[in-house]
């Protein structure tokens, strides 16, 4: 199975840009559908970025589109997410996500293998 490591977050102020990283190992990373997702203290884990397996589709939550990019590279076993125009309420834990399937799913439940998560705090 494969083992998921996130990095890049930290504090930002409103209206700047962070780039999260994800990192596999164990496995490699072409095998998978990657998501993210994220969770703000005392709400539910939601959708944010999935990206399918050879790159050729992506879809994003309403609350990120246009703002949020995610990418991979899976020479290198990583897939990133970039985070502009960064506003307060994208405060929250980020979660790298593995899918076994090559549908480009929006569901937590559809998710195999997580990550510990990041923290993105966003200040103003």
């Known amino acids: 199975q494969v083992q998921l490591v996130e990095s890049g977050g930290g504090l930002v102020q409103a209206e700047g840009s962070l780039r999260l990283s994800c990192a596999a190992s164990?496995?490699?990373?072409?095998?998978?559908?990657m998501g993210w997702f994220r969770q703000a203290l005392g709400k539910e884990r939601e959708f944010v970025a999935v990206i399918n397996r050879s790159s050729g589709t992506t879809r994003y939550a309403d609350s990120v589109k246009g703002r949020f990019t995610i990418s991979r590279d899976n020479a290198k076993n990583t897939v990133a997410l970039q985070m502009n125009s960064l506003k307060l309420e994208d405060t929250a834990v980020y979660y790298c996500a593995a899918r076994v399937g090559p549908t480009a799913r929006v569901g937590a439940a559809e998710y195999d293998y997580w990550g510990q998560g990041t923290q993105v705090t966003v200040s103003s």
């Open positions: 164990g496995r490699t990373l072409s095998t998978y559908t």
